[in-house]
């Protein structure tokens, strides 16, 4: 784990993941040299001067965009806006629910995200996916070289992730380059759904998911037989409960194990842990729509795969860092033993010889990324070999 702020694991962890989207180091230098004190401030007062430093270089970036955009030089201001949204995510990811401005950040990393996209013509597509009278957002990868309907993997956040950030850190390409699709969504509880539409998270994760493969076999360019799900930290519980209730998915991965999140919220409470953001119990309070503490900790009740877990009869690959500071790795090996009925079933821990041995391999997800990539792509008939028919 890359370390500029020895005693702020939240704010390290944050420029960790900003790296496994694409920020560079001369960047990160510049916007994190000034922070040293306030990173050992308050939870507030660090991160507005964090949010300061970054919207500026992401700013920056956006007017550097503009000048190459005005000569012509659309790649090389995709590319400056693609860092730049990362740079505005990073920085809203921090904020405490409610603080002023955020709302407009968000949509400002939202527009300059798909700006980015649009003007270096990356292999993505912008859905919607109809739910409960409004819409789940998605960006959907095509795979490459595929004839006929491909298989295709559907990757679903964790706590604070968004689906840019986990097309950003690069499976949805891995996957491509392999023969199979991807649709990363921001389900109930994350991205859009939460900060527009105000959809809150809910522990029967197949309830939202059931509809992303309903609207998924309308396609004719995906096969319905191999559709997979991926959940990524507390993806790690979504992810196994939608698969053990949705009997359509064709297999399951988790990027981290997340067995029993409730037994998390206590130790939290008990101040053991790493937490992944600031002002963290406001944050899973507007997550799950909690009205107070209490009503939280007994929605928490629910968020366990005890007694779930023996419905799943589909290939399962369940992957775990070696130094997952935020979920121990015990709870990995409980969801793996727990897959009873599973008639391929893996755990992979990540250690210090192949990287990625921290919270979903934020320290390093190529390695890890690519192990994922190539399970799926066996288990799904896609490709591990350039040349390998489909």
């Not at 180091?25 to 050992?40: H, N, R, V, W, Y």
């Not at 990540?350 to 041995?357: A, I, P, Q």
């Not at 997800?365 to 490709?383: F, P």
């Amino acid at each position: 784990m890359f370390r500029f702020f020895p005693t702020n694991y939240v704010w390290d962890l944050s420029i960790n993941l900003a790296i496994e989207m694409g920020a560079r180091m001369g960047e990160i230098q510049a916007m994190c040299a000034p922070l040293t004190d306030a990173a050992k401030q308050p939870d507030a007062a660090g991160t507005a001067a964090f949010r300061e430093t970054w919207v500026r270089m992401a700013n920056q970036l956006s007017e550097l965009a503009a000048e190459d955009e005005a000569r012509g030089r659309l790649i090389s201001a995709g590319d400056k806006l693609n860092r730049a949204a990362t740079y505005l995510i990073t920085a809203e990811r921090l904020l405490a629910h409610g603080s002023e401005g955020r709302l407009a950040l968000y949509q400002q990393f939202l527009q300059t995200f798909r700006r980015g996209v649009e003007l270096t013509g990356e292999n993505c597509e912008f859905v919607r996916i109809p739910y409960e009278g409004q819409h789940l957002s998605g960006l959907f990868v095509r795979a490459h070289g595929v004839t006929g309907p491909a298989p295709i993997l559907v990757q679903v956040n964790g706590l604070d992730s968004t689906k840019e950030m986990k097309y950003r850190v690069g499976l949805p390409a891995w996957l491509a380059q392999r023969g199979v699709a991807s649709l990363i969504i921001d389900q109930p509880g994350t991205g859009e759904a939460l900060r527009l539409q105000g959809l809150t998270a809910r522990y029967d994760s197949e309830h939202w998911a059931s509809r992303v493969v309903d609207w998924l076999e309308t396609r004719s360019d995906i096969d319905p037989r191999r559709i997979g799900l991926e959940g990524v930290s507390l993806g790690g519980y979504y992810c196994p409960r939608a698969v053990a209730f949705e009997p359509r998915f064709a297999c399951g991965v988790v990027w981290g194990a997340n067995h029993d999140w409730r037994d998390v919220q206590k130790k939290r409470l008990a101040r053991e842990g790493s937490l992944p953001v600031p002002h963290y119990w406001e944050h899973v309070r507007w997550v799950w729509g909690a009205k107070d503490q209490d009503d939280f900790m007994r929605i928490a009740e629910n968020v366990h795969l005890d007694g779930v877990l023996d419905r799943i009869r589909v290939p399962f690959l369940v992957t775990h860092g070696e130094k997952d500071s935020q979920i121990p790795l015990h709870w990995a090996h409980r969801t793996y033993e727990q897959l009873v009925n599973s008639p391929q079933r893996e755990l992979k821990v990540f250690t210090d010889r192949e990287g990625g041995v921290q919270h979903s391999s934020f320290d390093n997800s190529a390695n890890a990324g690519a192990y994922i990539a190539d399970w799926v792509a066996e288990t799904l008939g896609g490709r591990t070999a350039q040349g390998t028919p489909l």
